[in-house]
């Protein structure tokens, strides 16, 4: 029964991948990796706890590379910039959802995970990326002192936006742009989400919005 856990986690990820997690009733996970129920129960516990190995599977390594980026640029002897924060965060996805059937579904459980939220996969979320996230906001504000909380966190939130975007549609970008987005080149796609990205934490302060002041009004 040596691989029975890993059976059940290939079928479970294929099926969240191309229908969604909700979607997807258990018994037919059971199928698709041909086991039991009493399978399911034994490796897992629940559906929720399935649910949460199958995405633990495929983000903790990826977040565990991030941090280990982010330790090499904080061990170095100077100040890391915006743009080399941001491609320790960005790099590993694109990297391992490249060029291969694993790639492409990887990219569909990322937008999965980021697009659905039932009750139980929020905290599986919250869960999956605080760790990262923490390190992610704490060197952007080592960077960035002078930009202010309320700023710093819709800025981060719409870069990382950014970054699901392109990762999820890269097949769509390439496509609509008639191969001018060239989302095969990794490299490329790397560096120009990049730069969006750290244009859009790096922007001035927008001045606040005067009021219109009519004639004879």
Not at 95 to 113: D, K, N, V, Y
Not at 155 to 179: D, F, P
Request: hydrophobic share 45%; charged share 25%.
């Amino acid at each position: 029964m040596g691989g029975t856990k890993e059976q059940i986690l290939d079928a479970a990820e294929a099926l969240f991948s191309e229908h969604g997690v909700e979607a997807v009733p258990l018994r037919r996970i059971i199928a698709e990796a041909g086991v039991n129920q009493a399978a399911i129960h034994y490796h897992f516990g629940s559906r929720e706890a399935l649910v949460k190995a199958v995405f633990a599977r495929r983000f903790d390594p990826l977040n565990r590379e991030r941090i280990v980026r982010l330790d090499e640029l904080e061990s170095a002897l100077r100040e890391p910039t915006v743009e080399e924060i941001l491609y320790a965060v960005v790099a590993p996805a694109f990297h391992i959802s490249q060029g291969t059937a694993s790639g492409r579904q990887f990219r569909r459980l990322a937008g999965r995970l980021l697009t659905e939220r039932p009750g139980y996969l929020g905290p599986i979320f919250n869960e999956l990326f605080r760790d990262v996230e923490q390190r992610i906001d704490a060197a952007i504000r080592r960077v960035l002192p002078d930009l202010a909380e309320t700023d710093r966190a819709w800025r981060k939130h719409m870069a990382i936006g950014s970054m699901v975007y392109v990762l999820r549609e890269q097949e769509w970008i390439r496509e609509s742009t008639g191969g001018v987005c060239d989302t095969g080149d990794v490299e490329c796609t790397i560096r120009h989400l990049v730069a969006f990205m750290a244009a859009g934490l790096k922007a001035p302060l927008a001045s606040p919005t005067k009021p219109v002041i009519r004639a004879g009004g």
